[in-house]
């Protein structure tokens, strides 16, 4: 089936696309295409008007189109997400589940996605987070990944 979205966004009725606009419910196109599991909308809303798209923005459920790519596991989406901008796709926001993205990473194992975050905002997640706990053995393997890593890195294994 064709994905008419991805055609949209990526020919000439996409330079009249509004990603910014916000929905009642505060949703942009980039968390409604993460939420509806549509990479190739999310990337494209990413690729082509960046901050445009808001990704910091958290809708009413404390979600963020982080969240939602990390929920959907759309490893893609949330690499760029995570590589563009930063603090601005609010990697710290507990959804209304009690969720952030790392603990949607460490639930569906998407294990790179879990360790990009913890190496770029590792300092920002809620050590108050509840669901923490669940997850904390998985978080505690990732921290030893990523410590190997430095270890190679300098030489010191």
Do not use: H
């Amino acid at each position: 089936s064709r994905d008419w979205s991805s055609d949209v966004c990526s020919s000439d009725l996409g330079n009249k696309c509004k990603p910014e606009c916000i929905t009642n419910n505060n949703n942009t196109a980039l968390i409604w295409a993460c939420k509806n599991n549509l990479e190739n909308v999310a990337i494209l809303l990413i690729e082509k008007f960046g901050d445009k798209c808001n990704p910091q923005c958290i809708n009413k459920n404390n979600e963020t189109a982080l969240i939602w790519a990390c929920k959907n596991n759309l490893e893609n989406v949330a690499i760029l997400l995570i590589e563009n901008f930063g603090d601005n796709c609010k990697p710290d926001i507990i959804d209304y589940y009690g969720y952030t993205a790392l603990l949607y990473a460490c639930k569906n194992n998407l294990e790179n996605i879990a360790i990009l975050l913890i190496e770029k905002f590792g300092d920002k997640y809620n050590p108050n987070d509840v669901n923490k706990q669940k997850y904390m053995a998985q978080i505690s393997k990732y921290y030893k990944i990523i410590n190997r890593k430095k270890l190679k890195k300098y030489g010191k294994i």
